[in-house]
Nanobody, 119 residues
Framework: QVQLVESGGGLVQFGGSRELSCVAT????????LSWHRQAPGKSREVVATITPDGVTQYADSGKGRFAISRDNARNTVYLQMNNLEPEDTAVYYCQYQRKLILKKVEHWGQGTRVTVSS
């Protein structure tokens, strides 16, 4: 069973930076595609950034040029560096772990960490 624990959330001023971390236990971290998602109040959850096992990254338009996802397989940790934060970035941020096995896809989520950007 894979468990994901996010940390790093908190209150940030407009234009500030924050780094989120997500530590995984269990599973095969190095073979997983890892993503950060977020859910703002009253809105649906949306993907923010994804990193493949090979280190290929993708970003939603909302984070391009401001956010950077990275992974440290030795530490079973995925990071999200967020710069130039805006009030619209206020949300609960979730870490997702995915692996495609032969007969099924495995998916796990963390409990989320809240980021609040003050204007």
């Amino acid at each position: 069973q894979v468990q994901l624990v996010e940390s790093g959330g908190g209150l940030v001023q407009f234009g500030g930076s924050r780094e989120l971390s997500c530590v995984a236990t269990g599973g095969l971290f190095s073979a997983a595609t890892l993503s950060w998602h977020r859910q703002a109040p009253g809105k649906s959850r949306e993907v923010v950034a994804t990193i493949t096992p090979d280190g290929v990254t993708q970003y939603a338009d909302s984070g391009k040029g401001r956010f950077a996802i990275s992974r440290d397989n030795a530490r079973n940790t995925v990071y999200l560096q967020m710069n130039n934060l805006e009030p619209e970035d206020t949300a609960v941020y979730y870490c997702q772990y995915q692996r495609k096995l032969i007969l099924k896809k495995v998916e796990h989520w963390g409990q989320g960490t809240r980021v609040t950007v003050s204007s």
